[in-house]
């Protein structure tokens, strides 16, 4: 059998780069996650809680959960609170290529009230600090359908 030919152009050798095109698109589904999307659209925060009431958690999971993380049970769709605070923060100096966001753009952290897991996010105005708090604002004009469409600024 013989070596599968190659599109990829070298470009440099030391270190070796290749230039490799891409013509295709890739398509996939939310599944069970499309309602949190759509829930951006209409500017919700959408979370979900375990339906099994002998489970005994009835915590509020963000980003959702399709299935409860302890006893597998079905989870509801419960609208979280879109007041947080920033429980860390860093900030993307050098972005790699795919990333969407300008460089400097302040990635946080954000804990809010009934949910027991940190939301990450970007700040879209302010310099973040410990503990500041923030409130979520959505792109409904032009929304991307992807997390970007959810960003916070200072409360």
Known sequence: M???TSCLEV?????MVVKNPKTWSHQHS??????????LQEEKLLATRCTNSECGENRLWLPPRCECPDCWHDMEWVEAPKEG?????STVTYPGELFKLP????????????VCTK???????????????VKAVFNTQNPTNTILDLAWVPA
């Open 103 to 114: 460089a400097g753009t302040p990635l946080i952290s954000i804990e809010l009230d009934g």
């Open 11 to 15: 470009i440099q050798n030391d270190p």
């Open 2 to 4: 013989d070596w599968p």
């Open 30 to 39: 939310y599944g069970g996650w499309g309602k949190f999307f759509k829930g």
């Open 85 to 89: 605070t920033i429980y860390t923060f």
């Open 119 to 133: 939301l990450m996010g970007w700040l879209k105005e302010g310099k973040p600090e410990f503990s500041m708090k």
